[in-house]
């Protein structure tokens, strides 16, 4: 069975980032709407991967100074699986 999303830490050199990759990217703007309830989240952007073995997009989050990016991609990992059970059971 496919997980339903992947997400990662990343390093740039103005600030970290969480990009998470979905097995189905027909959901990207479903899984956006639903990440920007969250208010360590400075903004999100949908944007064009680059790289082997990717998916074709990814959803960028961009959190605001000072939040702990661990903590919060817990967070967020938490609520994603949360949100696909829901799914899954509707």
């Given at each position: 069975m496919n997980v339903p999303f992947r997400s990662e830490i990343?390093?740039?050199?103005n600030q970290?980032?969480?990009?998470?990759?979905?097995g189905d990217e027909s959901l990207?703007?479903?899984?956006?709407r639903?990440?920007?309830?969250?208010?360590?989240i400075d903004f999100?952007?949908?944007?064009?991967?680059v790289g082997q073995n990717r998916?074709?997009?990814?959803?960028?989050v961009f959190l605001k100074e000072g939040v702990?990016?661990?903590k919060m991609k817990s967070i967020i990992d938490s609520s994603l699986w949360w949100y696909f059970e829901e799914d899954m059971v509707e």
């Open positions: 990343r390093n740039s050199p970290q980032t969480i990009k998470i990759f979905l990207d703007e479903k899984i956006k639903h990440l920007v309830r969250f208010n360590e999100i952007e949908i944007r064009e991967t998916a074709n997009e990814n959803i960028t702990d990016i661990i």
